[in-house]
T-cell receptor, first 114, second 116 residues
Framework: NAGVTQTPKFRVLKTGQSMTLLCAQD?????MYWYRQDPGMGLRLIHY???????AKGEVPDGYNVSRLKKQNFLLGLESAAPSQTSVYFC?????????????FGPGTRLTVL | GNSVTQMEGPVTLSEEAFLTINCTYT??????LFWYVQYPGEGLQLLLK?????DKGSNKGFEATYRKETTSFHLEKGSVQVSDSAVYFC???????????????FGQGTILTVHP
């Protein structure tokens, strides 16, 4: 049981390049989330998904797209990377039910955009 | 909208000192409250939670009490260890009856360093 895994762990992009971050969970959770973590700002929600084939915008969705084609995977895409997207990205998942169910986090992806 | 405010850090303590990290929140309804911890190079882990007023969450010697009257959820530990060095995040989730889908609103995080 690996929990939540993220690929890659580190990446350096040039401005304008594109990339996809992959999140996978093996806990059969319905809900999945993408956050970004920036110094002094905590974690901010980018997009989330409440089930296979569904996605929704979070607090800071601009410049990102997501897809949830399989229940266990949640992809975060950057079509044209900008330096403002330099951050640490965390994926999380949670089972359905009450809102106080724990979110389980992956180890993060550190992205630098030059 | 919802918001969470934590005391600014970093916080530096000696081993066995008493720890308090303040957290206050603004939310509609009756949110659930959480403390998450992030150890160096890792993702976040749930430390403790409280789901209604006057609930006390506790884990690994850490405690926090949900105070609705002061909209606070301060984290405390009586005797910290070097291994407690980490970043601590206070967070809230809207009440279960809403359509928030368990989304978390985080505070900015407090860096704790404990010296031997």
């Amino acid at each position: 049981n690996a929990g939540v895994t993220q690929t890659p762990k580190f990446r350096v992009l040039k401005t304008g390049q594109s990339m996809t971050l992959l999140c996978a969970q093996d806990m059969n959770h319905e809900y999945m989330y993408w956050y970004r973590q920036d110094p002094g700002m905590g974690l901010r929600l980018i997009h989330y998904s409440v089930g296979e084939g569904t996605t929704a915008k979070g607090e800071v969705p601009d410049g990102y797209n997501v897809s949830r084609l399989k229940k266990q995977n949640f992809l975060l895409g950057l079509e044209s990377a900008a330096p403002s997207q330099t951050s640490v990205y965390f994926c999380a998942s949670r089972k359905t039910g009450t809102s106080y169910n724990e979110q389980f986090f992956g180890p993060g992806t550190r992205l630098t955009v030059l | 909208g919802n918001s969470v405010t934590q005391m600014e850090g970093p916080v530096t303590l000696s081993e066995e000192a008493f720890l308090t990290i303040n957290c206050t929140y603004t939310a509609t309804g009756y949110p659930s409250l959480f403390w998450y911890v992030q150890y160096p190079g890792e993702g976040l882990q749930l430390l403790l939670k409280a789901t209604k007023a006057d609930d006390k969450g506790s884990n690994k010697g850490f405690e926090a009490t949900y105070r609705k009257e002061t909209t606070s959820f301060h984290l405390e530990k009586g005797s910290v260890q070097v291994s407690d060095s980490a970043v601590y995040f206070c967070a809230l989730s809207e009440s279960a009856g809403g359509t928030s889908y368990g989304k978390l609103t985080f505070g900015q995080g407090t860096i704790l360093t404990v010296h031997p």
